[in-house]
């Protein structure tokens, strides 16, 4: 094996790992269409199909924003809300982000690939979030005021209207 072969076999794998834990840097935004065709593809859920719109709704109004130790949730509105996870681990390419409330409440986040370009988040307190997909963002910082705000949750509201089983009283 000549010496250029030899350099390449060890550094190559460990530029490869370094690439998989920045996959997920970057800003990211519910992706509408994607997640209405999510829903209708996965079903009701057994429990609770009814809050599914409102906890998409919620999510169409936040950003996440990951770097190689944090994810930072952020609101849309006028008063825009944060909140912090903590890296905990990957399981393989899926990271796992940890938050700790003050009163010692936690909430563990699973990050999954949805193909190449969408991700779902699993929450361990927050049932039916795993319903949302979401879309890296052109953008390098969170959109923020009552526009931004207005018009993330129109489009989610109607492509929520693609959904059959969720109810037009729940949008």
Request: with cysteine; aromatic share 8%; proline share 6%.
């Given at each position: 094996?000549?010496?250029?072969?030899?350099?390449?076999?060890?550094?190559?794998?460990?530029?490869?790992?370094?690439?998989?834990?920045?996959?997920?840097?970057?800003?990211?935004?519910?992706?509408?269409?994607?997640?209405?065709?999510?829903?209708?593809?996965?079903?009701?859920?057994?429990?609770?199909?009814?809050?599914?719109?409102?906890?998409?709704?919620?999510?169409?109004i936040s950003t996440l924003i990951?770097?190689?130790?944090?994810?930072?949730?952020?609101?849309?509105?006028?008063?825009?809300?944060?909140?912090?996870?903590?890296?905990?681990?990957?399981?393989?390419?899926?990271?796992?982000?940890?938050?700790?409330?003050?009163?010692?409440?936690?909430?563990?986040?699973?990050?999954?690939?949805?193909?190449?370009k969408n991700i779902v988040?699993?929450?361990?307190?927050?049932?039916?979030?795993?319903?949302?997909?979401?879309?890296?963002?052109?953008?390098?910082?969170?959109?923020?005021?009552?526009?931004?705000?207005?018009?993330?949750?129109?489009?989610?509201?109607?492509?929520?209207?693609?959904?059959?089983?969720?109810?037009?009283?729940?949008?």
């Amino acid at each position: 094996m000549s010496l250029l072969g030899l350099v390449l076999a060890l550094v190559l794998p460990f530029s490869a790992v370094g690439q998989e834990s920045n996959r997920v840097n970057g800003l990211w935004v519910i992706d509408p269409d994607q997640t209405a065709a999510h829903i209708i593809k996965k079903g009701p859920p057994e429990r609770n199909p009814e809050w599914i719109a409102a906890i998409v709704l919620r999510m169409c109004i936040s950003t996440l924003i990951f770097d190689d130790e944090n994810l930072t949730v952020t609101d849309m509105g006028n008063i825009p809300a944060e909140q912090k996870l903590r890296l905990k681990s990957k399981q393989g390419s899926e990271p796992i982000y940890v938050s700790q409330s003050p009163d010692g409440a936690k909430d563990t986040w699973t990050i999954s690939f949805l193909g190449e370009k969408n991700i779902v988040v699993q929450s361990s307190n927050m049932g039916l979030m795993e319903y949302g997909v979401w879309k890296r963002s052109d953008l390098s910082s969170p959109q923020r005021g009552e526009s931004a705000f207005t018009q993330a949750f129109s489009r989610c509201r109607l492509a929520l209207e693609k959904v059959p089983f969720i109810k037009s009283n729940t949008r």
